[in-house]
């Protein structure tokens, strides 16, 4: 009980801050800024430039979080088998986990669609205008979405990492174990 977990809990909450600030920043400022771009030709590129060099900070926040949670869940395999309440939230955030690297991913495979379109007419970098070539307004029109559910995503899973902050609290711990044992007990 008075293990300390240090390192794979800075890399799985770091990772998480960075992943989830990161995506919002670029929601809100990166694509919200390339409106202001003057020129309607760099709206789309300017955007995906400034995607580019976040992708690498983005990929090592998920993969530090990634390895971070791993760790921990090895690190607490026994509360998560055996406390009430620990194993939905692991499995929730799991899933959760693996859904945001799916749209992140997926982020940056149109993202990247529209950086090889190379110069376009668009409104921003995620929403076309009436000379955007069709295949670019759909991945822009797909992002456009897909930029709000990441941040999303790893809101809900640093929710959920809070709480599990919070199921490892002694009291929680007691209550946790003796609720498995009871139900364990009644089949």
Do not use: C
């Given at each position: 009980?008075?293990e ?7 890399l ?9 600030g ?10 919200g800024?390339?409106?202001d ?9 300017v955007?995906?430039?400034g ?10 926040a998920?993969g ?9 869940l ?6 998560v088998?055996?406390?009430s309440?620990v194993t ?8 959760l ?11 940056g495979?149109?993202g ?12 921003s970098g ?10 670019v307004a ?6 456009r979405?897909?930029q ?19 199921q490892?609290?002694p009291g929680?711990m007691?209550?946790?174990f003796?609720?498995?044992v ?5 089949r």
């Amino acid at each position: 009980m008075n293990e300390r977990h240090t390192v794979v809990r800075t890399l799985h909450d770091m990772g998480a801050a960075i992943w989830l600030g990161g995506s919002l920043m670029g929601a809100v400022g990166l694509n919200g800024a390339s409106r202001d771009v003057r020129d309607s030709g760099d709206r789309a590129r300017v955007a995906s430039a400034g995607w580019a060099r976040w992708a690498p900070v983005s990929a090592a926040a998920v993969g530090a979080h990634v390895v971070g949670g791993l760790g921990l869940l090895l690190a607490n395999r026994g509360r998560v088998r055996g406390q009430s309440g620990v194993t939905a939230n692991t499995a929730i955030k799991t899933v959760l986990t693996v859904v945001a690297i799916g749209t992140t991913v997926y982020s940056g495979v149109l993202g990247a669609k529209v950086a090889k379109a190379g110069r376009v007419n668009a409104e921003s970098g995620t929403v076309a205008s009436p000379e955007t070539p069709d295949d670019v307004a759909t991945a822009q029109q797909q992002l456009r979405g897909l930029q709000w559910a990441t941040p999303v995503l790893t809101a809900a899973i640093v929710a959920l990492g809070s709480q599990q902050g919070e199921q490892q609290r002694p009291g929680q711990m007691f209550d946790g174990f003796t609720t498995k044992v009871a139900r364990l007990a009644g089949r």
